[in-house]
């Protein structure tokens, strides 16, 4: 157990509605990323975000956006989904030092149907 | 942009065998190369390598860096069952907090 937890783990949609993931860092971890998981593109970085602020962003789509909160959990919205967006989606979180290790939680599956 | 390239794409091998996985990298101001095994979900935090020529060693698991050929092996010897997992080899680039990943190499261990 990393830590990390994310909720919720599974999560099947209709093409066009929105919805939000949630993520909760390990305890004292300042920085979470968001990273999505398909079968044909492997892990890519969507999102970072270190103490409430956005810190990198990677291919993360327009229809996608992403928050962190005073408590440091964070949450990732997807809106207008579309059959490509099915994947698994993971949190990760680390204390933010450049060059730490970055721990992931057990990832939401998302499936758009 | 960054690149990892992992060999091989899978890889099916008997309890007992020795095997190595490959990975290679372009990346601009290279920090880090980190290794990660991922079985049903999340990947577990195998080794993070800075240093060319130092081995880093878990158990069975070990792995090296060589920064001039810009390449990582990950060994694992006296294979198990339980070490039937995606291996996925990912790099941080000097001042940025965003791991670049391969695609990943499927080990399946068989008795």
């Known amino acids: 157990d990393s830590g990390v937890t994310q909720t919720p783990k599974h999560l099947i949609t209709a093409t066009g509605q929105r919805v939000t993931l949630r993520c909760s860092p390990r305890?004292?971890?300042?920085?979470v990323y968001w990273y999505q998981q398909s079968l044909d593109q492997g892990l890519q970085f969507l999102i970072q975000?270190?103490?409430?602020?956005?810190?990198a962003k990677g291919n993360i789509l327009e229809r996608f956006s992403a928050q962190q909160f005073p408590d440091l959990h964070s949450e990732l919205n997807l809106s207008s989904l579309e059959l490509g967006d099915s994947a698994l989606y993971f949190c990760a979180s680390s204390d933010g030092t450049e060059g730490n290790t970055i721990y992931f939680g057990e990832g939401s599956w998302l499936t758009v149907v | 942009e960054d690149k990892v390239v992992q060999s091989p794409l899978s890889l099916v091998v008997h309890e007992g065998d020795t095997v190595t996985l490959n990975c290679s990298y372009e990346?601009?101001?290279?920090?880090?190369l980190l290794w990660y095994k991922q079985e049903k979900k999340a990947p577990t935090f195998l080794f993070m390598l800075t240093s060319s020529g130092i081995e880093k060693k878990s158990g069975r698991l070990s792995s090296i860096l060589d920064k001039k050929e810009l390449f990582s092996i990950l060994n694992i010897t006296a294979t198990q069952t339980g070490d039937s997992a995606v291996y996925l080899c990912?790099?941080?680039?000097?001042?940025?907090?965003?791991?670049?990943f391969g695609k990943g190499t499927k080990l399946s261990v068989i008795p």
């Open positions: 990912a790099v941080l680039r000097a001042g940025s907090y965003q791991l670049t």
């Open positions: 975000y270190y103490n409430g602020e956005e810190r």
């Open positions: 305890s004292g971890d300042l920085s």
């Open positions: 990346v601009t101001n290279f920090r880090s």
